[in-house]
């Protein structure tokens, strides 16, 4: 419980605030002062772990306000995305381990529901939040037993996560069942890169046409008038604010009953709003706050994306700390090739999911603006459109992170595999890609891809391998085609002159040997020959190859390998059913095995790994140049694993 003596009148508030509940003593001026605390400790937190800090700070009153009005866990409170959850976190019994954050065994970046029961609903893919709310709302309803209690349901969705269809479609259900449930729509005029489309345009209408003074007045009078039953109240509430913005509303359509805008920086418009609603809501309200992405910290709230990811940094100055590179980054690599290209071949085009930036197509955008389509979080949108537009002529580079492509996956069978179409898909964020976690994660796309009929899956091994993909890709126009790479920077090798097409379906040797053949699909290339030299060292020279294509697969290498080698060993960075598994169906089919054959494919475990360092958690999945090695031993029988992990 807070000390409200003033015999301490110099120690934080936030200090006394243990868990929410704490908060509800408190008055609106305290819990103002709450709210600056946590946003200070939300920067310095941030300062030393790196992480998502905008979307954070934006909503410091916010999280403030909801936790003192709503009574959570057993009211449920959804972070959509949750990239925005650290000061929630701090103020929900995490502050102790708030600097752990993103870090091996630390707290995950995204709420998580095994970490707390603050955590109602994990998230880190974005526009989820309102159909769990009306998840919970409905089992609420029917009876459903958990151990927190099932209270109200509070879905907190950013302006760019409304977008997206996902979001829609839990309006349409939601607006139709009719049940009491808060959607907070956190309009700060920001996704990753500034939002686009149509509804961004629409929420801007909201409160263009009056001043924000105004609107803000208006607000606090219209919660003054909200002692009524609820209905009244937000009745002739909504007619003052819709009369003063655009009379209306798409929500309103939609079957839920709109407030706002209000601002949600300013707890004395949000406390009285929320605990009015939490008192006389009976049906679906969609409360609209403004706020200011990266608040209160002048080097986010001045930066392009307003701080919404950053590295470790220095508080007084804002200076991140970032580790130099020789080598380029993967993503850059793909972007300045596909600039390239596009040069040339005026044909060629590009889609975003609303991460122009993080796919590198930000340069594309600059130099071929009516080239270039930022969909929006809409990845579904984006593969189909990318399909007709294969359909209408154009050639279509359709760049997603492998993790977020896994929402339109019906649309690559269904749009484009079926239809033969050639959609060239340029999978970002493949494998492991750290401090985001096992919701990030880039595992399933060789698998998803391979699976398809008609479809090429290469990875590139390095930034020049990926020079030579994009071209290929661009030259592919007799069916959809996917290269894949990792996150983060290239191995540093030479890059080439001018890229060359590769043949579709071959791969190629790196080290011949003997005994053992290594087969690499994707960048564990490094760790294969690292794992190679380790292993020269014992007398064993392994064969090395990259097969570059997990589909078509390179038949005639690999039936070679089989035959001239004791044991063959694929590894990719990649779950089980990808590239590992078509060459054990080749050589099933081939009959190899009958042959005696020793093989073993290396993928990443079945689990989903927590987040650390990339080096860390392809620790942990077993797939690091030691563990290559061992394999290697392993299976010509020179050691047993035991014997080397002693
Ligand atoms: C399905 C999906 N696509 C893309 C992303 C990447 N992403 C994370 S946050 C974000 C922007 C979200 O904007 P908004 O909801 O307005 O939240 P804000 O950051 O402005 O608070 C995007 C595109 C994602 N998390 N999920
Ligand atoms: C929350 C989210 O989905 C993105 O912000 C993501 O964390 C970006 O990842 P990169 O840092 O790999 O671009
Ligand atoms: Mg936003």
């Known amino acids: 419980?807070?000390?409200?003596?003033?015999?301490?009148?110099?120690?934080?508030?936030?200090?006394?605030?243990?868990?929410?509940?704490?908060?509800?003593?408190?008055?609106?001026?305290?819990?103002?002062?709450?709210?600056?605390?946590?946003?200070?400790?939300?920067?310095?937190?941030?300062?030393?772990?790196?992480?998502?800090?905008?979307?954070?700070?934006?909503?410091?009153?916010?999280?403030?306000?909801?936790?003192?009005?709503?009574?959570?866990?057993?009211?449920?409170?959804?972070?959509?995305?949750?990239?925005?959850?650290?000061?929630?976190?701090?103020?929900?019994?995490?502050?102790?381990?708030?600097?752990?954050?993103?870090?091996?065994?630390?707290?995950?970046?995204?709420?998580?529901?095994?970490?707390?029961?603050?955590?109602?609903?994990?998230?880190?893919?974005?526009?989820?939040?309102?159909?769990?709310a009306l998840g919970f709302s409905v089992a609420r309803d029917l009876g459903g037993v958990v151990p927190e209690g099932n209270g109200d349901a509070i879905a907190v969705i950013g302006d760019g996560?409304?977008?997206?269809?996902?979001?829609?479609?839990?309006?349409?259900?939601?607006?139709?069942?009719?049940?009491?449930?808060?959607?907070?729509?956190?309009?700060?005029?920001?996704?990753?890169?500034?939002?686009?489309?149509?509804?961004?345009?629409?929420?801007?209408?909201?409160?263009?046409?009056?001043?924000?003074?105004?609107?803000?007045?208006?607000?606090?009078?219209?919660?003054?008038?909200?002692p009524e039953p609820f209905r009244e109240g937000a009745k002739r509430a909504k007619d003052m604010l819709k009369g003063m913005a655009v009379g209306g509303t798409l929500f309103e359509s939609l079957g839920f009953s709109y407030l706002g805008p209000i601002d949600g920086h300013d707890l004395d418009q949000l406390l009285p709003v929320l605990r009015t609603l939490k008192a006389r809501a009976t049906g679906p309200v969609l409360i609209h706050v403004l706020t200011k992405k990266g608040k209160g910290y002048a080097p986010a709230e001045a930066a392009r994306d307003k701080g919404h990811a950053t590295a470790k940094f220095d508080v007084v100055t804002g200076k991140q700390k970032k580790t130099p590179?020789?080598?380029?980054?993967?993503?850059?690599?793909?972007?300045?090739?596909?600039v390239k290209h596009a040069a040339k071949d005026d044909k060629i085009c590009a889609v975003t999911a609303a991460m122009p930036d993080g796919t590198g197509l930000n340069l594309f955008a600059e130099r071929y603006p009516s080239r270039c389509f930022d969909v929006g979080i809409a990845e579904q949108h984006g593969v189909t459109f990318a399909a007709a537009l294969a359909a209408g002529g154009m050639k279509p580079f359709c760049a997603m992170y492998s993790t977020f492509l896994q929402r339109g996956y019906d649309q690559v069978v269904h749009d484009v595999a079926i239809q033969r179409l050639p959609v060239r898909f340029a999978i970002d964020r493949a494998g492991l890609v750290g401090a985001d976690g096992a919701t990030h994660a880039g595992s399933y796309d060789i698998g998803f891809m391979t699976n398809l009929p008609g479809m090429v899956v290469m990875a590139a091994?390095?930034?020049?391998?990926?020079?030579?993909?994009?071209?290929?890709?661009?030259?592919h126009n007799d069916g959809p085609i996917a290269f894949r790479y990792p996150r983060g920077e290239g191995e540093g090798v030479e890059m080439p002159d001018e890229p060359h097409l590769l043949e579709i379906g071959k791969g190629r040797m790196i080290q011949t040997g003997s005994r053992v053949a290594l087969l690499s699909f994707g960048t564990r290339l490094g760790e294969v020959r690292k794992a190679a030299e380790a292993l020269s060292a014992k007398g064993i020279t392994p064969t090395i190859a990259d097969a570059r294509f997990a589909k078509p697969l390179d038949r005639e290498m690999i039936l070679d390998l089989a035959a001239n080698h004791e044991a063959l060993i694929?590894?990719?960075?990649?779950?089980?059913?990808?590239?590992?598994?078509?060459?054990?169906?080749?050589?099933?089919?081939?009959?190899?095995?009958?042959?005696?054959?020793?093989?073993?494919?290396?993928?990443?475990?079945?689990?989903?790994?927590?987040q650390a360092s990339p080096e860390d958690m392809y620790r942990v999945a077993g797939m690091d140049a030691a563990q290559i090695e061992a394999k290697v031993l392993d299976v010509l029988g020179v050691a047993t694993i035991g014997e080397k992990r002693a």
């Open 1 to 132: 419980m807070p000390d409200q003596t003033t015999d301490r009148p110099n120690t934080p508030l936030l200090d006394q605030i243990n868990r929410p509940a704490d908060l509800k003593a408190l008055s609106n001026a305290q819990l103002a002062q709450v709210a600056s605390e946590l946003r200070s400790e939300t920067i310095s937190a941030v300062s030393v772990t790196g992480g998502h800090l905008g979307a954070g700070l934006g909503v410091v009153e916010l999280t403030v306000a909801l936790h003192a009005v709503f009574d959570t866990p057993r009211d449920k409170l959804i972070w959509d995305v949750s990239h925005q959850c650290y000061p929630h976190k701090i103020l929900t019994e995490r502050r102790d381990r708030i600097r752990t954050l993103r870090t091996k065994d630390g707290l995950s970046g995204f709420t998580k529901r095994s970490e707390s029961p603050y955590d109602p609903f994990g998230a880190a893919h974005s526009s989820t939040s309102i159909s769990a």
């Open 161 to 226: 996560s409304m977008s997206a269809g996902m979001a829609f479609e839990a309006m349409n259900n939601a607006g139709h069942l009719g049940k009491r449930l808060f959607v907070v729509l956190n309009d700060n005029e920001m996704s990753i890169a500034p939002p686009v489309g149509a509804l961004s345009s629409y929420l801007s209408r909201l409160y263009a046409e009056e001043p924000f003074q105004e609107l803000k007045a208006a607000a606090k009078g219209a919660v003054s008038l909200l």
């Open 325 to 338: 590179s020789n080598a380029p980054s993967y993503t850059g690599v793909f972007g300045d090739e596909l």
């Open 461 to 475: 091994a390095d930034e020049a391998e990926l020079v030579h993909m994009v071209a290929t890709a661009a030259a």
């Open 570 to 610: 694929t590894i990719e960075e990649g779950a089980v059913g990808g590239f590992g598994s078509h060459v054990a169906q080749l050589l099933a089919d081939e009959g190899v095995f009958d042959a005696g054959l020793k093989y073993r494919s290396m993928v990443l475990p079945d689990i989903f790994i927590d």
